[in-house]
């Protein structure tokens, strides 16, 4: 499946800390010797984390952080502009195979249900775990964001080149421009106003 993904550091970064909390739940399982399908889901959702990643736009930038970097091997070197010529933060098609977002959201409802079970148990407030399943949600959720299909029909077509290629939105493509980018930044950073608002000046 197709998703728009933007030239966006909050997204990867939230992306990126997916990393730490999976290898660590699977030296955990493999310590206590425990041939478990949870060990099997982790092991599969970090695979899919690895091939997510490799395909993500600009992933090579945001993962060693340096903006100094050559990104013509990363992405079609374009330049997006609305109707009324103002430049815009750019959008990358990007295919996801549905067995990796599949392995992804068993392993979230996986942490999802395990921190439910510890609280109940223990009476437990908000913790760690719930927030690492929050960020997990929010990310999957970004990735499960269904692309407005003019806007995406129209980004599909951007084809890679020595020069910069100037792509401009008709007036409905840019509405939808604006529509998904609000649900984007709504999904990632709702919930703490000063985030929500630095993180939607970006888009400005």
């Known amino acids: 499946m197709y998703v728009l993904v933007p030239d966006d550091p909050v997204f990867f970064a939230k992306f990126?800390?997916?990393?730490?909390?999976?290898?660590?739940?699977?030296?955990?399982?493999?310590?206590?010797?425990?041939?478990?399908?949870?060990?099997?889901?982790?092991?599969?959702?970090?695979?899919?984390?690895?091939?997510?990643?490799?395909?993500?736009?600009?992933?090579?930038?945001?993962?060693?952080?340096?903006?100094?970097?050559?990104?013509?091997?990363?992405?079609?070197?374009?330049?997006?502009?609305?109707?009324?010529?103002?430049?815009?933060?750019?959008?990358?098609?990007?295919?996801?195979?549905?067995?990796?977002?599949?392995?992804?959201?068993?392993?979230?409802?996986?942490?999802?249900?395990?921190?439910?079970?510890?609280?109940?148990?223990?009476?437990?407030?908000?913790s760690e775990e719930q927030d690492l399943a929050d960020g997990f949600r929010r990310v999957m959720e970004v990735l499960l964001l269904p692309p407005p299909q003019d806007l995406l029909d129209a980004l599909r077509h951007v084809v890679p080149q020595d020069h910069v290629v100037s792509v401009t939105l008709s007036e409905r493509q840019e509405a939808e421009y604006w529509e998904f980018c609000e649900q984007f930044v709504a999904i990632l950073s709702s919930g703490d106003p000063f985030a929500f608002r630095s993180h939607r000046a970006m888009y400005l």
Do not use: K, M
Not at 24 to 36: A, I, K, N, T, W
Not at 59 to 71: A, E, I, P, Q
């Open 16 to 126: 990126q800390t997916l990393e730490e909390p999976l290898l660590r739940h699977l030296y955990r399982l493999h310590r206590e010797g425990l041939d478990s399908d949870d060990e099997r889901v982790i092991s599969d959702a970090y695979d899919s984390w690895v091939q997510v990643l490799l395909t993500l736009p600009l992933w090579s930038r945001w993962h060693n952080g340096d903006t100094s970097v050559d990104l013509a091997a990363d992405r079609p070197r374009y330049a997006l502009y609305g109707a009324q010529g103002g430049q815009l933060t750019s959008l990358y098609p990007t295919e996801l195979a549905a067995t990796d977002l599949g392995h992804l959201t068993a392993c979230l409802d996986l942490f999802v249900e395990a921190g439910r079970v510890r609280r109940a148990a223990a009476g437990a407030e908000p």
